[in-house]
């Protein structure tokens, strides 16, 4: 019997007519840029995830990279993340003029190794990085001890860096929003959280991103917002929407800052993606069983998505073939795109790119991060996915690997 081909794209947007009916209302209110709705979504978003204040900026990347500006963290500081992640999670350290310090993933896992965590830590470290990915919180418990353990070598260079009076905490969390762990969404766990809202994320605003921060150390959250606000429209003191107010023209330029601020455009689309989420992580969280369900009795390895006191996104459906080397994962990934499925891999750890081999990385120092990338493919996970569909992509699959 032969079975139809069929076209499954990758990770397309979920985008329904009450998206595009009210970007068409922000459009006709004749205010498209940052205002009225950008901070509704603000608003919004910090109440879904528990926090007094978000800031919405035009990414992910542009959330992490003010927030390392914000605390002060530039030349001559070192910042941790891991090696293996999409390039954002480091570019960002060698924007503010820091120093990159990748460490290792821990054996069969897409973690960091925590004990390699605490060696890597000095008397110039300002920051570390852990990556959310696919969705899955990190061990942030063992983040804060590692932390904990190494107070006596921080050296605060500013006053929110001595407010802490240690390592700083900032979650990518481009992939986890929603996510939970242990009684906790994310966003209420590291000391700053930046999620992104790309199109092909799980609740998009076309681009754009947030970031967020904890309530109780100290912070004046009106003080953060604000520098969030001038860091993002060229460090000026009004907004548009501030100077659209009767005779309120003047402003200040306080600060020689960037340009990254969201639109009301991409608000718009973000406040009805906001109202559809749960019924959207419920979807995913149904395609990951479905996938377990089907592939990890053949061996097949996967990210734990959810267990007895954590919850991922469900993002990413990253699968490991064991005994496959890069060359076959490959011709797998080809095979399946000849049957209409766009799989793709995440990631190639950083140390495997030129601009970081150019820093000076070396793929043989991360052997546990380059095990883990070169047996992976990414299914497709997204809403759009029908019942049928997700039984194409299984059966597809199952009979590729065979012939591999």
Avoid at 24 to 45: A, D, H, N, Q, Y
Avoid at 93 to 111: M, Q, R, Y
Avoid at 270 to 284: A, N, T, W
């Amino acid at each position: 019997m032969t079975i139809e081909l069929r076209n499954i794209p990758f990770s397309p947007p979920d985008i329904t007519d009450p998206e595009i009916e009210e970007v068409i209302r922000t459009m006709k209110s004749g205010w498209i840029t940052t205002g009225p709705r950008t901070k509704e979504l603000e608003r919004k978003i910090a109440k879904y995830i528990g926090v007094n204040k978000a800031a919405c900026l035009n990414s992910a990347t542009a959330s992490m990279e003010l927030t390392l500006r914000i605390l002060g963290i530039g030349p001559g500081d070192e910042v941790i993340t891991s090696a293996y992640t999409y390039t954002a999670s480091a570019s960002i350290i060698e924007h503010v003029g820091a120093k990159i310090i990748l460490v290792d993933t821990a054996p069969n896992s897409f973690e960091m190794d925590y004990s390699k965590l605490a060696d890597a830590i000095t008397d110039k470290t300002k920051a570390i990085i852990p990556v959310d990915i696919a969705g899955k919180m990190c061990d942030y418990d063992a983040i804060y001890k590692i932390v904990d353990s190494k107070k006596s070598l921080f050296k605060p260079n500013s006053e929110i860096q001595s407010l802490f009076n240690r390592v700083i905490i900032m979650a990518d969390a481009a992939h986890a929003f929603g996510a939970e762990r242990k009684g906790k969404r994310c966003g209420q766990v590291a000391d700053f959280t930046c999620f992104s809202f790309h199109a092909v994320k799980n609740l998009t605003t076309a681009e754009g991103g947030a970031v967020v921060w904890r309530n109780d150390r100290g912070l004046d959250d009106e003080w953060v917002y604000n520098q969030f606000m001038l860091y993002s429209l060229h460090g000026q003191s009004k907004d548009a929407l501030a100077k659209n107010q009767k005779g309120a023209w003047e402003y200040d330029i306080v600060y020689p800052g960037y340009k990254c601020n969201m639109t009301d455009i991409m608000a718009s689309i973000g406040l009805v993606q906001l109202e559809r989420y749960e019924e959207l992580l419920k979807k995913r969280k149904e395609i990951v069983n479905t996938y377990d369900k089907a592939l990890l009795p053949l061996g097949i390895q996967s990210l734990q998505h959810f267990g007895e006191d954590f919850s991922s996104t469900a993002h990413l459906y990253l699968v490991r073939i064991p005994n496959t080397s890069e060359e076959k994962r490959n011709e797998i990934i080809l095979k399946m795109a000849d049957v209409g499925i766009a799989c793709n891999v995440h990631y190639m750890p950083l140390p495997m790119f030129t601009a970081y081999k150019n820093l000076g990385f070396d793929i043989k120092d991360f052997p546990n991060a380059f095990n883990q990338y070169e047996n992976l493919i990414t299914l497709p996970l997204h809403t759009l996915l029908s019942n049928d569909d997700v039984e194409y992509v299984i059966e597809s699959f199952k009979n590729i690997i065979k012939l591999n």
